[in-house]
């Protein structure tokens, strides 16, 4: 977990160079951070040249100092400039790894479906010669559908498949019954006997669900990639508040300004100050476990006898198999279809064409399903580390920013900086979250308000876990239920330039427009009191007897 945001530590630090205390001399000069203030890139204007009063300082402890108020604020905004880099640093190293993960895992999948494409064309090829060759667009339409569900795109695969095997009924049936002239109309008539009828015996019953499983359960896995990028994306780019920047400015800078550069942070004191700047994002830490708990159970389920690679590579032998299936009894598929659908006539060519397909044998998908398997192995084996690693992620930021920053060593406790002076650190560290920051002494919170673009991401986060349990149950994930796209101009998966060219996943948002089937209320209401309103007769009634009492 440390090696997302170790790696970014080393980018920037928030610890400025030191340039030594100064001990108790009498007259202390501020040449040192005058020098380190120069090397930030800021004018020296108006820097004193030796300690002056602080009254005038509003966040540093007031007392002797070489900070003038401009010079407070300098350092306030840079300190919140550098944190935030920090932050984004991580965040990019974190995405990195998930774009890792997903550029593997997709690539590995579109080349199974291309390995399966293309065995199904040369064994169909070698077996079925001209049927498959005037036929050819269905079997690559079914490819081309299965590629565009897995994308993300709005495509009810239930339908495909249903679409694909009422399709290939017709031609076959065409096929092995050329002696008769047959019409659109008759066809049509054919492939809506297919679920009575079942031609191609169990195998689209099976292939249906085995298929269903697969590619609901992929394209969840990859989608849930994806919104963790971009959720780590969104957070990072989350702005500090005024609050955290002024603890950031007394950790880090205000110790300069007493002439105390050496001075480090006590542990706890950090602890307090990245716990309270860093509360909201703390809060994902719920819903970004279950997320990463629910991948790693869906990836436990891609390798296997029944996993990713037999599946997708089998798809050839089992259309092979239920054609067969239904030349092998084309004869009692003929007598019922005649039955339903009425006679045909003749007027087509004299031979019927079904035993020469039958007489070529089965087709088999030569592939070396071994290979495929380790390969499907290893990469549940690191997405699966990876996701573990990443689960504290959220909770580990404090630690993990303040490891190279605090005190250490025999005495640092005593002799660390604790906000106001070189002395020991006495309140406790908070608790993770929003809510346990209420008494945090360094960090002041308004755990009433939290920050609503990461409100919208734990949202986010929930969705698609509720996604992926559907996908574990091999319910269909609907990806294109939305009008919008929350996803932004970029892949949250993408760092600056790491993306290679990657399809376009649709995100899910939290607030869809309000389509009414019905009347909205009001207007129920409304047409209700139309409804119920008394006649004029009525009304005039009322009136007439109200005079007649006057």
């Given at each position: ?183 659109e109309d008759y066809l049509e008539c054919v492939s809506k ?69 050496s001075a480090r942070p006590c542990a706890n004191y950090c ?280």
């Amino acid at each position: 977990m440390d090696s997302f945001i170790i790696a970014a530590l080393a980018v920037c630090s928030l610890t400025a160079p030191a340039y030594g205390d100064k001990g108790t001399s009498k007259a202390r000069s501020c040449s040192d951070i005058r020098q380190f203030y120069s090397g930030k890139g800021f004018t020296l204007d108006g820097v004193p040249q030796s300690e002056i009063s602080g009254e005038h300082l509003r966040i540093c402890p007031q007392g002797y100092t070489c900070c003038t108020s401009d010079m407070e604020d300098t350092l306030a905004m840079l300190s919140r400039r550098e944190m935030e880099g920090l932050l984004k640093d991580a965040g990019r190293s974190l995405q990195t790894s998930l774009n890792g993960q997903y550029k593997a895992f997709d690539g590995y999948f579109l080349e199974l479906l291309n390995r399966s494409a293309i065995s199904l064309q040369e064994n169909f090829h070698q077996t079925f010669g001209l049927l498959y060759y005037e036929n050819a667009q269905i079997f690559s339409e079914l490819y081309t559908d299965l590629r565009n569900y897995y994308r993300g795109s709005n495509v009810n695969l239930e339908e495909v498949l249903n679409e694909f095997w009422a399709r290939l009924l017709e031609k076959l049936f065409n096929q092995a019954n050329k002696q008769y002239s047959i019409s659109e109309d008759y066809l049509e008539c054919v492939s809506k006997q297919i679920e009575t009828l079942r031609p191609f015996g169990e195998t689209p019953r099976m292939m249906k669900t085995m298929v269903t499983r697969t590619f609901v359960a992929t394209r969840s896995f990859v989608q849930g990639l994806v919104v963790s990028g971009e959720v780590v994306r969104k957070v990072s780019q989350v702005q500090l508040s005024q609050e955290c920047m002024r603890a950031m400015m007394t950790m880090t800078y205000c110790p300069h300004c007493r002439g105390m550069a050496s001075a480090r942070p006590c542990a706890n004191y950090c602890s307090n100050v990245m716990k309270g700047c860093l509360a909201n994002q703390a809060d994902l830490n719920t819903e970004w476990r279950h997320l990463a708990e629910t991948m790693m159970q869906v990836a436990g389920r891609f390798d296997g006898a029944s996993g990713v690679d037999s599946v997708v590579l089998s798809i050839p032998t089992r259309i092979s198999e239920a054609m067969f299936t239904m030349m092998d009894n084309i004869e009692p598929i003929n007598t019922k279809l005649f039955q339903a659908c009425g006679n045909l006539r003749e007027g087509g060519t004299s031979s019927t064409g079904a035993d020469d397909i039958v007489k070529k044998g089965k087709v088999t998908v030569e592939d070396r399903l071994g290979t495929s398997t380790n390969k499907m192995e290893k990469l549940v084996s690191d997405v699966t580390m990876r996701l573990r690693e990443m689960q504290p992620y959220w909770v580990s930021l404090p630690s993990v920013l303040c490891s190279d920053r605090v005190a250490t060593g025999t005495g640092a406790e005593d002799k660390c900086w604790n906000g106001m002076s070189r002395a020991r650190y006495f309140p406790e560290v908070m608790g993770d979250g929003l809510a346990s920051q209420i008494n945090n002494p360094e960090v002041e919170i308004d755990i009433t308000k939290p920050d609503m673009t990461i409100r919208q991401q734990i949202m986010q986060l929930k969705i698609m876990t509720h996604r992926l349990k559907n996908a574990l149950n091999g319910q269909d994930v609907d990806f294109q239920d939305t009008s919008d796209d929350v996803s932004g101009s970029g892949s949250g998966v993408c760092a600056d330039d790491v993306c290679a060219r990657s399809p376009r996943l649709i995100f899910p948002v939290t607030q869809r427009p309000v389509n009414y089937p019905y009347l909205p209320e009001n207007e129920k209401v409304k047409a209700s009191a139309n409804q119920n309103l008394p006649g004029i007769p009525i009304y005039l009634l009322s009136l007439l007897m109200l005079l007649l009492r006057q």
